[in-house]
């Protein structure tokens, strides 16, 4: 089955230790990507990835480290957790580098609490 | 003032009827408008999309975009329970942005 996988799907964890929220897709998509969603303020894009070894800031950056070592997997690193990165996280991934923006699949959330 | 504008609702509706969602944005530049399914602790899930003005339909769904007044419409006809979802729309340029969903309840 085409997917888009997280783990884990939820973590309560304290400030400041880090954590890894890890992403994988099995459609070979190029394009890679990473969104928190909270309420009221929609989806807002934290990083993304063209293709391996390429990444960049989307709008939120802050606070978030990515890395594209390999096609399938887009991991997204908390170095130093705080209570205002408390949210629901969502990676994505798309087929066509052209459209990639507009035809993303998205997978089924990490929900984290930062205390 | 936000780049995209949509109200979050909640919107209930009877089954049968027809849906009317819709969003405001400020930015000419928006090429691609697209609208997002979101099931409760789900992901998005990309309903359809369109390239600049004019309608696309596609089964019980159906996308507008009017570019002059900066404004897009999706429609559900003939509702049903399995459409009660949250509704985001999205739209781009050289980068996406998103409005803030709508969530529906279709009443069986």
């Known amino acids: 089955e085409a997917q888009v996988t997280q783990n884990p799907r939820y973590l309560i964890t304290v400030t400041g230790k880090k954590l890894t929220v890890t992403c994988s897709q099995n459609m070979n998509h190029e394009y890679m990507s990473w969104y928190r969603q909270d309420p009221g303020l929609g989806l807002r894009q934290i990083y993304y990835s063209m293709n391996v070894e390429v990444t960049d800031k989307g709008d939120v950056p802050e606070g978030y480290k990515v890395s594209r070592k390999e096609k399938r997997n887009f991991p997204l690193i908390l170095e130093s957790p705080s209570p205002n990165q408390t949210s629901l996280y969502f990676c994505a991934s798309a087929p066509e580098q052209g459209l990639a923006r507009e035809t993303q699949y998205f997978g089924p959330g990490t929900r984290l609490l930062v205390l | 003032q936000k780049e995209v504008e949509q109200d979050p609702g909640p919107l209930s509706v009877p089954e049968g009827a027809i849906v009317s969602l819709n969003c405001t944005y400020s930015n000419s530049a928006f090429q691609y408008f697209m609208w997002y399914r979101q099931y409760s602790r789900k992901g998005p899930e990309l309903l359809m999309y369109?390239?600049?003005?004019g309608n696309k339909e596609d089964g019980r769904f159906t996308a507008q975009v009017d570019k002059s007044s900066k404004y897009i419409s999706l429609f559900i006809r003939d509702s049903q329970p399995s459409d009660s979802a949250t509704y985001l729309c999205?739209?781009?340029?050289?980068?996406?942005?998103f409005g803030a969903g709508t969530t529906v309840t279709v009443r069986a």
């Open positions: 369109t390239y600049s003005s």
């Open positions: 999205a739209m781009s340029d050289y980068k996406l942005s």
